[in-house]
């Protein structure tokens, strides 16, 4: 298997970095853009960059073709930080919230990334799901502001995931998550995949890479 993988997300989609230096069989290029999110990817002037960063490389690429899919993930900032605290400042439900950022990514696959790869060769990533732990302090960083458990911050990634699955299968494109594989009996996340520092957001990739790489491989063994 020789396969030919592009890659756009979140700081989480460094995974795919790591991931290239333990196989042969996908050639990845990955963006890996740091504050990218779901309710973000339309903007233009956004923090991370995210759509200009995308709309260039895409632009000014002549191999688009080459590439047998393109991965997108982008979704945790928006579960973990983003949904519950604009809610709050826009007086809305989580719900409403929700949808804005599901439907903001929905609008960037079809109108942006279906620009340039057919439905069929769109991958789309869940987020991983939530793994600060409650009692955890933040003192600086702007998450504190969000006062929900880990077990609504994980409950609202799952429903989030099942947005996205849901809208693959409907537009005849693949999706993706590590749901199932990381998952304790107690509806977290179970404790061996989390980083020895118990403020760090990301999982290891040296932890996770493989279940991600499972997952891509499936994709294409179902495929032949």
């Not at 191999?63 to 007086?91: A, H, P, Q, W």
């Not at 995949?193 to 891509?216: A, C, G």
Request: proline share 1%.
């Amino acid at each position: 298997m020789d396969k030919k993988l592009l890659v756009f997300g979140d700081s989480h989609a460094r995974v795919f970095e790591f991931m290239k230096t333990k196989i042969n069989d996908i050639n990845i290029t990955s963006f890996d853009i740091s504050e990218s999110t779901a309710i973000g990817c339309l903007n233009k002037k956004s923090v991370s960059g995210f759509f200009k960063k995308f709309n260039d490389f895409v632009s000014k690429s002549n191999d688009l073709n080459t590439y047998d899919n393109i991965l997108i993930m982008l979704g945790e900032i928006d579960c973990g930080f983003l949904i519950k605290v604009m809610s709050e400042k826009r007086k809305t439900s989580i719900e409403e919230q929700l949808k804005i950022s599901t439907d903001n990514l929905f609008e960037f696959i079809e109108k942006h990334v279906c620009k340039y790869f057919p439905p069929e060769k769109i991958i789309i990533c869940g987020s991983i799901l939530s793994v600060i732990k409650d009692g955890v302090v933040w003192s600086d960083n702007i998450r504190k502001r969000n006062k929900s458990t880990q077990k609504e911050k994980t409950d609202l990634t799952i429903k989030f995931n099942n947005i996205l699955k849901d809208f693959s299968e409907n537009k005849n494109m693949n999706y993706i998550d590590i749901t199932d594989d990381t998952i304790g009996e107690n509806g977290l996340i179970n404790d061996k995949w989390l980083d020895v520092d118990e403020y760090e957001h990301h999982l290891p990739s040296n932890k996770i890479w493989r279940l991600w790489y499972n997952k891509i491989i499936n994709l294409y063994l179902n495929k032949q």
